[in-house]
């Protein structure tokens, strides 16, 4: 590197500097001209220039709301205030539906495979013993029969068949085909519906 560049790298560093201290300085004089315990006072020119230097390097919402007659800040406020609505529809959803809500605000509706802990040892226990087979957990029936047995079946037996869920199938790495499926006891199989 000669000693042209490094006169030049030198130069520029200090302009950043300077221009970041010009930023924060103004930028303490705007947060200084809207607080109402401040007795600073400057004429609303001096303002609207500090609040346009301030939103072109950094827009936020206090700049930009300060800027009432700057298009580019209207919009900005716009687009702000269309996210935040957004934001809040999406939360709501996401409370009413009972799913939660990532981290960038969009629904998420996953969920975990097994529906209870003892399901999730179940699989879990079939996974350490079991080898050369594959483990499908909460398989709905009509994934393991074929949906032509529901011609056998009368009207509640087929919508039954459409809503069942098998705890744990166990597939034939090779084929594919069920070998056996497991539905864990409990209290729900015990009601008189069921």
């Not at 003892?118 to 909460?138: D, F, S």
């Amino acid at each position: 590197m000669t000693m042209v560049h490094k006169v030049h790298i030198a130069h520029w560093t200090r302009l950043n500097f300077a221009l970041l201290y010009v930023f924060e300085v103004l930028a303490r004089l705007f947060q200084l001209l809207h607080d109402t315990n401040s007795s600073l006072k400057f004429s609303e020119d001096i303002i609207q220039r500090i609040a346009e230097y301030l939103f072109e390097k950094y827009p936020t919402v206090p700049y930009a709301q300060a800027l009432k007659n700057n298009h580019k800040a209207q919009k900005f406020l716009q687009e702000h205030n269309k996210n935040i609505i957004s934001q809040i529809e999406t939360i709501s959803t996401g409370a009413n539906l009972d799913v939660k809500v990532g981290e960038t605000v969009y629904l998420l509706f996953h969920k975990e495979v097994c529906n209870s802990p003892q399901e999730k040892e179940l699989y879990l226990a079939a996974q350490n013993k079991l080898n050369k087979v594959i483990l499908l957990p909460n398989a709905a029936l009509s994934t393991i029969i074929a949906s032509k047995v529901c011609a056998l079946l009368d009207r509640e037996a087929s919508t039954f068949f459409f809503k069942s869920t098998v705890d744990l199938c166990i597939l034939d790495q090779s084929t594919y085909m069920p070998i056996f499926s497991v539905a864990l006891d409990s209290s729900w199989h015990d009601l008189e519906r069921n």
